[in-house]
């Protein structure tokens, strides 16, 4: 196995509870399936927390949900790490589902492997996802202190994890690495795993993230960036149009289009470009 799986593996074993964090914007590409899988298998009863909330419309977001629960997605709740009214309500979900795990299958689990929290009266609570998803951010909120490193560049909290408590709750924070070859990198840059610098291809990500408004919010992009998007505009000669407006010209004022897509880019992983809420 990788190392950093077994990382993983280590935290989830360790956890009562696990919180797996998705970005509310790319619900479905958020997920990660081999994760999943390990978690069940290690019997750890898992919270799927759709975080970012902010960004997204609460009609996308009720889409997402049932679209969770159709998938067997028992516990799942939706927050964003700037509300308080969130970060209330996942605490309480925490404690109910680490309640109803216990009376289910928490006692013949913890005889194996000879973890007995309930006696030790504490809560060890695992926080997975992709790099950028909001995984420190999560464990900041809830334990009302800063511990954990929020960054803004992607893929910063490497290997070793902290661990953040509030009451008798304990938060292990993982490793934002998850070798690449793993995943779709489209996927990753699209979520925001990978720092833009990295990106080679600038402008397919540019482009996607463009797609991903012109169907349903195209008046999203036109108030940020001041550009007009006509009918039948494709997202390069968006890219094209911005680039003017921008001024990331070249010489004989041509585009610089390396330039404005990694502001697009830049713009959607730190949350910049809102699809609505
Ligand atoms: N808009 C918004 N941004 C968030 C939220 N939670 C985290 N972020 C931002 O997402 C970026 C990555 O957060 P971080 O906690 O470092 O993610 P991690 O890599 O999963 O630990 C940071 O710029 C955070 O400020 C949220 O609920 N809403
Ligand atoms: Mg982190």
Redo the contacts with the bound molecule.
Sequence with gaps: MEPYWKVIEQIVKESDLVLE?LD?RMIESSRNEELEKMIKKIKRPVIVVI?????VSSKELDMGMDKLRKEGVKDALY?????KS?IRNLMIKIRKVFNMFGKREKIEDSKKSGVHREAEGKIVVG?V?????????????LSFKKK?????R????HGAHWIASSGNIKFI??P?VIPMKYMDKTKLDLI??REVGKIKDKEIIAAKIINLFLDKNKEILEKKYGIKIKKGDDAYEIIEDLGRVKKHLKKKGVVDEQRTSTLIIRDW???KL?MGG
Excluded: E, H, M, W
């Excluded at 992607?154 to 909290?157: N, Q, R, S, V």
């Design positions: 964090i509310a975080n970012k909330s902010d960004l927050i964003s790490c700037r509300k969130s926080v996802g992709y790099p950028n998803v909001g995984k420190s951010s999560i464990i900041n909120a954990a490193k929020v960054t803004v992607a893929g910063t909290t924070d993982t934002g925001g795993a992983q730190q949350g809102k």
